[in-house]
DNA sequence: ATCAAGTCTGTAACTTGTTCTACATTAGCG
DNA sequence: CGCTAATGTAGAACAAGTTACAGACTTGAT
């Protein structure tokens, strides 16, 4: 009678016993080295499954491809981020400075190892529908921080619009830097720009 | 004493012969038929080289690569697309309406090929710096398709910037669309509240 | 402690993008 | 016309993602 609801089939994923959570993360751990090197190329799964002492087999019993395992590191890397970004609350006065700061902050993160940047976002475009689950974790998680910048409680409607919108272009500029289309001044721009619309959609002062 | 210039190596690309130009076409033409099919993951270069009578090796040197082919079949539907826009102009009342109303039946013509469009959009983001020319020209021929439903003769530098961003918005919505994280609904949400940015770049009335 | 079920490992095979090679054809030119 | 360089062809070979499989190891329940 201990059956809590099982509704679709996993629990979300039965629970790791400790050696496997070690697995994991050191997959996830050589993936991040590896893509640091060379971005998306770099990441071969038979090298990955090398440094981390794992079998082909089991590296992809972990995940199921190559795009789901990228897409799972940078979930990783987002955590880390939220965290640190979380610390040092940005300091603009209108929302829509606060989010421009707060991405600007991840950006040059992420100018800081650009290959892993590559790695992560292409694997994040790319992905097709058997990633929605994971590639929507990571969308979620990125409108967290975005919402945290804002510092508004309940946002309307409107405004979570223009979140959605800050996100796409926050994907597509950072691809058209990756593949050196666009400068980091530009990308700044874009970013400054499609920040406006937080302040467009009536924020409620109460 | 006739070099023009030769700067830096092709003037472009050699003139092709009429059979080269047939090849080329043939080939273009297959990778749309084949993607037509089963998207991304159904152009396969062997199968593109033997539906338009081409040997593989030749195919790799109209299109150095996959990608390369995908996203020149790209420019080519753009052509197309941008030609059948031209004839019925968008007829709503602001500039944001009518981009958001041109988007809106891009959009539409997408959909009718969705495999296609799969194909062209995952081929465009994945793009790396090698293929940085042939997307730059992508980029370039929906900024005109954006300008033309504008009707603006000469943009100001604010409006470019919307526009930038009115295209990352397309881009990364078509995405999230093709990989089954978005509906159609929200896709014309997402285009509607980012063609607002126009509007705010006070729009130069004389 | 023992057994069954589930995991891992090592390795080979398969697929598809890409490169290479040896030979045939074509195009332009004297 | 006849030559030469460029282009095209067929097919093998290679690289990296993915799958398959036989045998060892863990784990959890009894």
Redesign the interface.
């Known amino acids: 009678m201990d059956k809590v609801a099982a509704s679709t089939a996993r629990p979300v994923t039965a629970p790791l016993t400790e050696r496997q959570e070690a697995r994991r993360r050191r997959i996830l751990h050589a993936s991040a080295q590896l893509a640091s090197r060379g971005g998306f190329d770099a990441v071969q799964m038979r090298e990955v499954a090398e440094s981390s002492q794992v079998a082909l087999g089991t590296l992809y019993r972990y995940f199921p491809s190559k795009i789901h395992l990228l897409v799972a590191t940078m979930q990783d890397q987002l955590e880390r981020m939220h965290g640190t970004l979380r610390k040092k609350p940005p300091e603009g006065d209108t929302a829509a400075e606060r989010v421009a700061e707060t991405l600007m902050r991840a950006f040059r993160a992420l100018q800081r190892e650009p290959h892993l940047a590559d790695a992560m976002v ?1 694997a994040l ?5 058997s ?2 689950p994971e ?2 974790q990571v ?1 979620r998680q990125t409108t967290l921080i975005i919402l945290d910048a804002m510092g508004q409680e309940n946002p309307t409607p409107e405004q979570l ?2 979140v ?2 800050i ?3 926050w ?3 950072l ?2 830097w990756l ?3 666009a400068s980091i001044a ?1 990308v700044k ?2 970013i400054e ?2 920040c ?2 937080i302040d ?1 959609t009536a924020p409620p002062q109460e």
């Open positions: 292409r475009t790319f992905a097709d529908r990633v929605s590639v929507d969308s619009s223009a959605r919108v996100e796409h272009t994907h597509s500029a691809i058209t593949s050196g289309r530009q721009i874009d720009t499609v406006r619309l467009l």
